[in-house]
């Protein structure tokens, strides 16, 4: 191994960042940070007309919502034009590349008939043929050009660190464009020449980026340059099996960011994507998988992108937080719910928490927080239809209205003394406890289910579980009425 670990990621701005990018930046990071190395990061934007500074914002935001810093960088591969030139006219002073001036859409055609007929089709090198006069006459009429990295007749083989042996006939291989007629280079001699100046010492990319590894060693060695290791990441599918894309749902980082999963989780997850630390462990925060992580246990073969199991571990990592810690990280859903106002934070601070206690256990996502607590916050909370139709008839009204003057004349009210008096109260009207507690249940929170009613009850308070209770008993007598009349 190099003495000095400098991985980097280079993304081409598309103003998206997928979790395949993201698994492959953190794979990166995990290994510049297991071996005290540096993570570099490069964007490639030669090929995007539109700015890319913006573009790359949201690459960089969800970096840092994962905790991945960056040493170095961000370098922009469009303020660097000059660098990649200097390189192309070495290749052209040794012979090792060459100006074509074809017409790219003459060329198109060309390949296209050809495959409409089934043929290969590759550069046939007619400009590297042209005779001094030709070639003089072309630049006389100031026809464009592009500038061809000639691929010598050979093979290229290099040891890739997951994969293994990988050899390639160059003959397969087309000169491929360095350098476009406006002086832009093209992605693999831009990746190339940033990988060396920028002391690369490992390349850690997707696997769909195998096929440009030869024609990258070619350039390296054309150029006399040392050459980095290559470890080439298993794909991401869907569910499907397919490549993971907009298709199996979302697939954008910050998509999840929105959805209410943690970065604690989702850096556990994306770790897991393709690498496993050698024993059983799955659960693992980010110095656990800093410490363990080694390209050697890196599986070759794709990894399957599972929401269940994301989802499963974020509500794991949210049961294991502290109620301080998960009330922050609720809080802006909250706010966006309306569940509360900016001053609640100071006012109901302590209710807040046993709040969280309460539903921790419950929530799989931050955004879970609506749908599973808002009645502890808000009245406009809904009613199950199917708990509707089982409680919302006269016996059980008439049990619930009955119950009611104990609960008033509780004295002390916590979940002990809510308890004893539905059971006393059941035992002296020889009912079952449920049959208080199931449509009580239904009253005060809309649900059938739930964390304990009583606790549930003592956080509401005495005076909204009253008033949500007779509210619901006297709809049921107003409707009885209308049916009357
Ligand atoms: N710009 C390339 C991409 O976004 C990076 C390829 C590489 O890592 O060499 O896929």
Request: proline share 4%; net charge negative; aromatic share 10%.
């Amino acid at each position: 191994m190099k003495n000095e670990i400098r991985v980097r990621m280079a993304p081409s701005p598309t103003g998206f960042f997928h979790v395949g990018s993201a698994r492959t930046a953190l794979y990166n990071w995990l290994f510049a940070r297991h071996h005290k190395g540096k993570f570099i990061l490069r964007v490639e934007d030669t090929d995007v007309a539109r700015s890319s500074e913006k573009m790359i914002d949201v690459i960089l935001d969800g970096l840092t919502w994962l905790g991945m810093n960056w040493d170095e960088g961000p370098y922009f591969q469009s303020k660097r034009l000059d660098i990649y030139q200097k390189y192309v006219q070495q290749l052209l002073d040794n012979d090792l590349a060459y100006y074509c001036y074809c017409d790219p859409e003459d060329l198109e055609k060309e390949k296209q008939a050809a495959y409409k007929s089934k043929e290969d089709w590759q550069y046939d090198r007619r400009c590297l043929k042209l005779s001094p006069a030709e070639r003089a006459e072309k630049e006389k009429k100031k026809i464009p050009k592009v500038v061809r990295f000639f691929i010598p007749n050979q093979s290229v083989s290099f040891h890739d660190l997951i994969h293994h042996e990988i050899r390639r006939e160059a003959k397969d291989i087309e000169d491929l464009i360095i350098l476009r007629s406006n002086g832009v280079p093209t992605y693999n001699l831009a990746c190339v020449v940033d990988d060396y100046e920028m002391g690369i010492s490992h390349v850690i990319r997707a696997v769909d980026h195998i096929t440009n590894t030869p024609k990258q060693i070619l350039l390296f060695e054309a150029l006399g340059l040392p050459k980095p290791e290559y470890a080439h990441l298993p794909l991401i599918l869907g569910h499907d099996k397919s490549k993971l894309s907009k298709r199996h749902g979302a697939v954008s980082l910050m998509s999840y960011k929105e959805q209410g999963y943690l970065p604690g989780a989702m850096v556990n997850y994306l770790s897991l994507l393709g690498w496993s630390p050698g024993d059983d462990r799955e659960m693992m925060n980010t110095q656990e998988i800093i410490e363990s992580f080694d390209l050697n246990r890196i599986n070759p073969a794709n990894a399957v992108f599972d929401e269940t199991k994301l989802e499963w571990m974020n509500g794991q990592y949210i049961y294991g937080m502290s109620n301080e810690m998960l009330l922050q990280q609720l809080w802006p859903f909250m706010i966006e719910y309306g569940l509360v106002k900016e001053q609640d934070n100071e006012k109901k601070k302590s209710w807040l928490l046993r709040v969280c206690q309460l539903v921790k256990l419950r929530l799989k996502t931050l955004t879970d927080i609506n749908d599973v607590a808002r009645y502890f916050f808000v009245e406009d909370y809904e009613y199950e239809e199917d708990g509707l139709n089982k409680h919302f008839n006269a016996a059980t009204i008439r049990i619930v209205e009955d119950f009611l003057p104990k609960l008033e004349d509780i004295e002390e009210y916590i979940a002990l003394s809510i308890e004893e008096s539905v059971r006393n109260h059941a035992e002296t009207n020889k009912l079952k406890a449920r049959q208080i507690i199931h449509p009580l249940r239904l009253f005060i929170t809309g649900r059938q289910g739930g964390p304990g009613l009583f606790e549930t009850m003592v956080l509401i308070g005495k005076e909204r579980c009253l008033s949500r209770t007779r509210r619901l008993i006297n709809d049921f007598k107003k409707q009885q009425e209308e049916k009357t009349n």
